[in-house]
């Protein structure tokens, strides 16, 4: 539930739980102290995280490469022998003659050499002082490596780079790594190393398809509470849409109850066969609630891999530019016109900037996409027993791939080809690593506004502590063309020049008139 300005923040998680708990996870910056952020202790996660107690106790574990097991050999005889990559069972079975056999059953050790730690140098711009950046500082996270000799990990853990460096497990050696792309909507970033000594004797991590329910989940990475790779296990408790925080947008996610810490960031997410079904990327932070961690599915994870493999460049995840409601109501059905074996969704607003908008309508109902029936809640059949937001079918496709959108207007269907885009937002959410726009004139500062500049001016917190006049641009406002800004005066640098209008702080600016005179 999204808060609104003016209401007080969701204490019970029963009654809400405010998007801003959603947190992705904190990358860890072992031995220094984050210089935007006195306050932080040395080990404190970048972006927040938990400050870690006093006298940690490290879990002490054997580790899951090397285990032993008894194998009966031909005369019956057990022998004793040690494997890699599985770990077997020996289960007493009886056959219909009465003989006892011995059965094995084999569970997969997922690749743990494949896991690398993350170090990253990040200097970040200042969005209140444009012509200016933060003091550099350091974190680190957790990655893994895929074929093709390309490194995986989350997004926010490599944003505002200078300097990334990979370590393999059991290495001294940081190899310097490349930012091929930053996925900012799904949380993912493509890295690669030039050096040949890296890629020895290291086996890339092969995907696994989109786990069910209660599927067992093993996460690998480099959490904070030591420098050693860390195992946690669980199981899938919950798949859909979820709201990618990083991202400010929405696409499929897997829940799951493993211990997911600060440096988890990037690290794989393996099921009982050794193959990767997800990248951990954010948890659940709430005083009533524990151990509630966010993977990044492999449907969205092959997405991006293509998106680049296609393109040379991350192009982002397209969307139906359409604002909509539900259709539940039975007299909001028969006003549409609905017979009664046709269910959809009915258009709001759609999006000024989108191909959409040149054929659809408000008030139309969409009844399909690419062949696929929509229900009036706005969800299609996802797989067995089990149903998904629409937006999921939007999410599969691929910028300039074309949908076939079957509607109902004025009682009759309609069927267009619509080209799919990505969003165009009025205040965007990211600015893809780009610094801040700005433009002195007689000291009177203008800039564009976006999400990270409304955080650095009101905090964490800017739903709440922004104007309400900014806030509703964000929160309803769509852009009328693709190049169309909110321009503000963040501030006036005091001149003899421009005496009387020191207090301008954050005004909206409707029109720039120039004076040569």
Not at 18 to 44: A, K, L, M, Q
Not at 225 to 250: A, C, F, K, N
Request: glycine residues 8%; charged residues 20%.
């Amino acid at each position: 539930m999204k808060r609104k300005r003016g209401h007080h923040k969701p204490q019970n998680l029963s009654t809400a739980t405010s998007p801003n708990d959603i947190v992705p996870i904190p990358t860890t910056e072992p031995g220094t102290t984050d210089p935007n952020n006195p306050s932080s202790s040395p080990t404190r996660g970048r972006g927040g995280g938990a400050r870690p107690r006093k006298n940690l106790r490290p879990n002490i574990a054997a580790s899951p490469e090397r285990r032993g097991s008894r194998h009966a050999d031909q005369n019956g005889d057990f022998t004793h022998s040690t494997t890699t990559n599985t770990a077997a069972t020996a289960i007493a079975a009886t056959t219909s003659d009465g003989v006892g056999v011995l059965e094995t059953v084999v569970k997969v050790v997922p690749s743990m050499d494949a896991v690398v730690k993350v170090f990253c140098v990040h200097t970040e711009p200042n969005f209140s002082l444009m012509w200016q950046r933060k003091r550099q500082y350091s974190s680190s996270s957790s990655g893994f490596i895929i074929g093709g000799r390309r490194v995986l990990t989350n997004a926010h853990s490599v944003e505002h780079h200078t300097q990334v460096k990979l370590k393999k497990r059991g290495s001294d050696t940081k190899y310097l790594a490349t930012v091929l792309a930053i996925g900012t909507e799904c949380d993912i970033a493509l890295l690669t190393v030039s050096d040949e000594e890296f890629w020895e004797g290291v086996s890339p991590v092969e995907f696994g398809d989109l786990p069910a329910l209660q599927d067992a989940v093993t996460v690998v990475g480099y959490p904070i509470g030591g420098d050693t790779i860390s195992v946690t296990s669980g199981v899938v408790s919950r798949i859909e849409i979820l709201s990618y925080v990083h991202g400010s947008t929405e696409l499929l996610g897997l829940q799951i109850d493993a211990a997911i810490n600060s440096g988890n960031s990037g690290g794989p997410a393996f099921n009982d066969k050794g193959k990767c079904v997800g990248i951990a990327f954010q948890s659940l932070k709430h005083e009533d609630v524990e151990n509630i961690g966010y993977v990044i599915p492999t449907p969205v994870i092959e997405h991006f891999i293509k998106d680049y493999e296609k393109n040379g460049a991350y192009t982002g995840f397209p969307i139906l530019g359409v604002e909509w409601q539900k259709m539940e109501n039975p007299d909001l059905r028969i006003a549409m016109g609905m017979q009664s074996d046709q269910k959809g969704v009915r258009i709001r607003r759609i999006e000024p900037t989108a191909p959409e908008s040149q054929v659809l309508k408000p008030s139309d109902v969409i009844l399909s996409f690419d062949g696929i029936n929509i229900a009036n809640d706005g969800t299609v059949p996802f797989r067995q027993g089990e149903r998904i937001g629409f937006s999921y079918l939007v999410s599969q496709k691929y910028t300039g791939d074309y949908a076939l959108v079957k509607v109902l207007r004025d009682s009759k269907v309609l069927e267009f080809n619509i080209k799919l885009t990505t969003h165009k937002r009025l205040i965007p959410a990211h600015i893809r690593g780009r610094p801040p726009s700005y433009y002195i004139i007689a000291g009177f500062v203008f800039t564009s506004v976006s999400v990270p500049y409304l955080r650095s001016e009101y905090g964490k917190d800017y739903e709440f502590d922004a104007p309400v006049k900014l806030l509703d641009k964000h929160l309803h406002a769509m852009a009328e063309s693709v190049d169309e800004q909110l321009l503000v005066i963040s501030q006036v640098l005091v001149a003899d020049i421009n005496i009387g209008y020191e207090d301008i702080v954050n005004t909206q600016v409707r029109k720039y008139v120039y004076n040569s005179c």
